[in-house]
């Protein structure tokens, strides 16, 4: 296999840190990893397979790609979709004086300004990973994301032995029984939603991701978030928002609407206000 290395830049501060603690324990097993502050993986592009990985400095991050010369050749697709998900084209200035103002985001803000808006590497594997974590733990998803990962998913040659598989394609998930997709554990419904989802992104995504049975607002606005890296995303319904924000306590319904209106002020930098949330639950993404 050959390798290539790229050296990225970006503004400082990057909370390289809080990144690798939010990519850490979501990363699917045998697919992405997170050791000795890098972040390894595997990769599609352009019809080959290779592995990635990651060193990071205060000034720039530097990717080694690796893989046969097909997939070296498309470094440059690569690189771009690794700016996106680390962020790294984000400016703090705007976000941070937005959020200096709030009693909530203030002292969170000061505390971590190089925040940034985790991305996702494959917007089907986002997607699917979006679904199992549905009313389930950030553990309980790895391990059914693992599962998924194992049965479907295609062996690779890699440098790096927690790295084993690429993640499955859409159309092999489509073609899975949903009997036998609940078999990994899931429950009916979420293998119903799952099958659902396989099918839409295969056929070109026709129609609206909230059509889809299964799919609600928290899941939509989570897969525009890390998927699409939408700045204003914000998934009202989330537990962990309702925790860090006092609200958990008044019931779902009426937590998802304060969470609503309360985040008006964060506009329009909202997911980054999710994951400032997130990581002051015990420190950890």
Same mark, same amino acid.
């Given at each position: 296999?050959?390798?290539?290395?790229?050296?990225?830049?970006?503004?400082?501060?990057?909370?390289?840190?809080?990144?690798?603690?939010?990519?850490?324990?979501?990363?699917?097993?045998?697919?992405?990893?997170?050791?000795?502050?890098?972040?390894?993986?595997?990769?599609?592009s352009a019809g080959s397979?290779? *592995?990635?990985?990651?060193?990071?400095? &205060? #000034?720039?991050?530097?990717?080694? =790609?690796?893989?046969? %010369?097909?997939?070296?050749? +498309?470094?440059?697709?690569?690189?771009?979709?690794?700016?996106?998900?680390?962020?790294?084209?984000?400016?703090?200035?705007?976000?941070?004086?937005?959020?200096?103002?709030?009693?909530?985001?203030?002292?969170?803000?000061?505390?971590?300004?190089?925040?940034?808006?985790?991305?996702?590497?494959?917007?089907?594997?986002?997607g699917v990973r979006a679904?199992?974590?549905?009313?389930?733990?950030?553990?309980?998803?790895?391990?059914?994301?693992?599962?998924?990962?194992?049965?479907?998913?295609?062996?690779?040659?890699?440098?790096?032995?927690?790295? *084993?598989?690429?993640?499955?394609?859409? &159309? #092999?998930?489509?073609?899975?029984? =949903?009997?036998?997709? %609940?078999?990994?554990?899931? +429950?009916?419904?979420?293998?119903?939603?799952?099958?659902?989802?396989?099918?839409?992104?295969?056929?070109?995504?026709?129609?609206?991701?909230?059509?889809?049975?299964?799919?609600?607002?928290?899941?939509?606005?989570?897969?525009?978030?890390?998927?699409?890296?939408?700045?204003?995303?914000?998934?009202?319904?989330?537990?962990?928002?309702?925790?860090?924000?006092?609200?958990?306590?008044?019931?779902?319904?009426?937590?998802?609407?304060?969470?609503?209106?309360?985040?008006?002020?964060?506009?329009?930098?909202?997911?980054?206000?999710?994951?400032?949330?997130?990581?002051?639950?015990?420190?950890?993404?």
């Open positions: 296999m050959m390798i290539r290395v790229e050296t990225l830049s970006f503004q400082p501060p990057l909370d390289w840190i809080g990144l690798l603690g939010f990519f850490g324990p979501r990363a699917i097993p045998g697919v992405e990893a997170v050791v000795n502050g890098e972040l390894r993986r595997s990769l599609r397979a290779g *592995t990635l990985s990651t060193h990071w400095t &205060a #000034t720039s991050l530097q990717l080694q =790609v690796q893989g046969p %010369a097909e997939f070296l050749d +498309t470094t440059e697709s690569i690189v771009q979709t690794a700016r996106r998900v680390f962020d790294l084209d984000s400016c703090a200035i705007e976000r941070l004086r937005c959020f200096a103002r709030d009693p909530v985001l203030g002292p969170l803000a000061e505390r971590w300004p190089g925040v940034r808006l985790p991305g996702a590497w494959d917007g089907f594997e986002m679904i199992l974590g549905q009313q389930v733990t950030v553990k309980a998803a790895h391990t059914l994301a693992g599962r998924v990962a194992r049965k479907y998913g295609t062996p690779l040659d890699s440098p790096f032995p927690e790295v *084993t598989t690429l993640f499955p394609q859409a &159309a #092999t998930l489509a073609a899975a029984p =949903v009997e036998e997709l %609940a078999g990994l554990g899931l +429950t009916r419904k979420r293998a119903e939603t799952l099958h659902s989802f396989a099918v839409w992104w295969s056929q070109d995504r026709n129609g609206n991701l909230l059509d889809l049975p299964g799919i609600g607002p928290w899941t939509e606005h989570y897969i525009r978030m890390r998927a699409h890296s939408e700045p204003d995303a914000f998934p009202a319904a989330d537990l962990g928002i309702h925790k860090a924000l006092g609200l958990h306590g008044i019931g779902p319904a009426k937590a998802a609407k304060a969470a609503e209106l309360q985040s008006l002020a964060w506009r329009p930098w909202r997911a980054y206000a999710v994951i400032l949330l997130w990581r002051s639950l015990g420190e950890k993404p």
